[in-house]
């Protein structure tokens, strides 16, 4: 089953028996087993004896994403591109005050109190009932999943850039163009239109070895989509299930808005008249200053195919771009992602992992070194109530033991095995993380391993 059990599980479409569908119901509705009962951790997973519970990521559908950001209250359409001054100052552009506000602004976070329509806002008036709309001045906090959305009108569309990677890697890579390594998507999608010596557009297809659609644009490819993924899936049948992917979510591949996440996470500071920005605020000017050409259909010029392949291939490599310097900040081990969700434990050991016949699957011995280090405040702790000696005396006793063995020491870890058997549990609980983290093995292996009494 994927996706989130609490919202997208339904027992009732796949059960038709009463019983399964209860028991399916009880975990559905948060009834999880801990899996360290006994543990100081606090961490708790569904758990069921007769089902597997899988979560999944999926590609949002920008196009309806808008519509219902649009209708929720969570969004705006992006103003079309104007000078930086304007802009800051645009309630619908790049840099909207709809964000939320921050230092730089004249009354910071003014407008985390606030009513239902934002007439009344300040702390001074939190519990106010507003004139205009009847609802009361209340705290509010920041909402980092409001988006503007930069719209590009039809006919024209960009690819979507979690499938512009997949297309990518379907399609290969291409020809070189002036020494500079490209792949064929990009060949493809960057329009070819050299003149002979009267002028004239000359077909360079023929000239380019497996590359049929070599130079025809963005906007024949978005026509001739579905004509080119069946040219290429017959000459790389190995990506066979890349393209059921693909064309399993057809109307993802294309989109024709672009979201702009909160300026609070891209700052901005102005001072003494000048602005520094982070590098994405940039490529969103330029990204809006693209679209909004694109939109133009005033003069011949502007109707101009060339012109417009032109203008829709800039637009999707700065959006690609974006992509790029989004997912460098997120991933790898310095990663927003890694940061926010991952950390260490303070009392931590490495130990070489070695084999033993000897053990249970549930079973690890440690040795002396690294139960003193983990087990540090504790023994401090044991040290200091049962000898009435100061934590600094403490201290020195434990700094030493680990130095040198120590049959004091040893007691007392001997102690703490034992009181944990007392309660039923073969050992010390303990977490087991063998590198890289994210690494499946990892997870199973810190469901709790237990520690033997042998400590040397």
Same mark, same amino acid.
């Given at each position: 089953?994927?996706? #989130? ?20 119901? =009880? ?8 899996? @360290? ?100 001045? $209340?705290?509010?906090?920041?909402? @980092? $999943? ?77 026509? /001739? ?13 190995? %990506? ?41 605020? *940039?490529?969103?000017?330029?990204? =809006? %200053? ?11 010029? #502007? ?46 050991? /490495? ?39 100061? @934590? ?7 700094? %030493? ?5 120590? $049959? ?14 007392? %309660? ?31 400590? *040397?």
């Amino acid at each position: 089953m994927v996706g #989130d059990f609490n919202n997208d599980f339904n027992p009732a479409i796949i059960f038709e028996d009463e019983d399964e569908r209860d028991k399916v119901d =009880n975990y559905a509705t948060g009834k999880f087993k801990s899996i @360290f009962e006994d543990s100081p951790i606090n961490s708790h997973y569904p758990f069921s004896d007769e089902f597997d519970y899988e979560t999944g990521i999926e590609t949002i559908d920008f196009d309806k994403e808008v519509e219902k950001d649009l209708r929720i209250g969570k969004g705006f359409l992006v103003s079309p591109f104007q000078s930086i001054k304007k802009d800051l100052k645009d309630p619908d552009g790049i840099f909207s005050y709809r964000f939320g506000q921050s230092l730089s602004d004249v009354n910071q976070y003014m407008d985390r109190y606030k009513c239902r329509c934002g007439a009344l806002k300040h702390r001074i008036n939190h519990g106010l009932k507003c004139p205009i709309c009847g609802t009361r001045c $209340e705290f509010v906090d920041d909402d @980092f $999943e409001y988006f503007g959305w930069m719209r590009i009108e039809e006919p024209y569309a960009i690819i979507h850039p979690a499938y512009y990677k997949k297309l990518e890697s379907m399609f290969g890579k291409g020809v070189s163009i002036n020494g500079i390594k490209r792949t064929k998507l990009e060949n493809i999608i960057e329009v070819d239109d050299k003149k002979d010596i009267d002028g004239h557009s000359t077909d360079q297809t023929s000239n380019v070895k497996n590359e049929p659609f070599f130079g025809i644009g963005m906007i024949d490819f978005h026509e /001739r989509f579905d004509e080119i993924m069946e040219y290429y899936i017959k000459t790389r049948p190995n %990506k066979k299930e890349m393209y059921d992917d693909i064309m399993a979510n057809r109307e993802k591949v294309f989109t024709h808005h672009i979201p702009v996440f909160s300026t609070l996470m891209r700052a901005t500071d102005i001072k003494d008249s000048v602005m520094s920005y982070e590098p994405t605020n *940039a490529m969103y000017m330029m990204m =809006n %200053k693209l679209r909004t050409s694109i939109n133009k259909n005033r003069t011949r010029i #502007d109707k101009n195919k060339k012109v417009k392949n032109q203008k829709l291939y800039k637009l999707q490599m700065k959006y690609i771009e974006l992509y790029d310097e989004l997912a460098a900040g997120l991933s790898g081990k310095k990663g927003d992602f890694r940061c926010l969700m991952g950390g260490r434990y303070n009392l931590s050991s /490495r130990n070489v992992i070695v084999q033993n016949p000897d053990l249970r699957i549930d079973q690890v011995t440690l040795p002396y070194v690294a139960l003193v280090i983990m087990l540090e405040q504790r023994i401090k702790n044991i040290l200091h109530r049962m000898y009435n000696i100061s @934590f600094a005396e403490a201290h020195q006793i434990w700094y %030493k033991a680990i130095i040198e063995p120590d $049959e004091q020491i040893k007691g007392i870890i001997n102690s703490i095995i034992q009181n944990y058997r007392k %309660k039923g549990l073969p050992g010390i609980p303990v977490i087991i993380n063998r590198n890289p983290t994210i690494g499946y093995g990892s997870d199973i292996c810190s469901l709790g391993p237990v520690i033997l009494q042998r400590i *040397a």
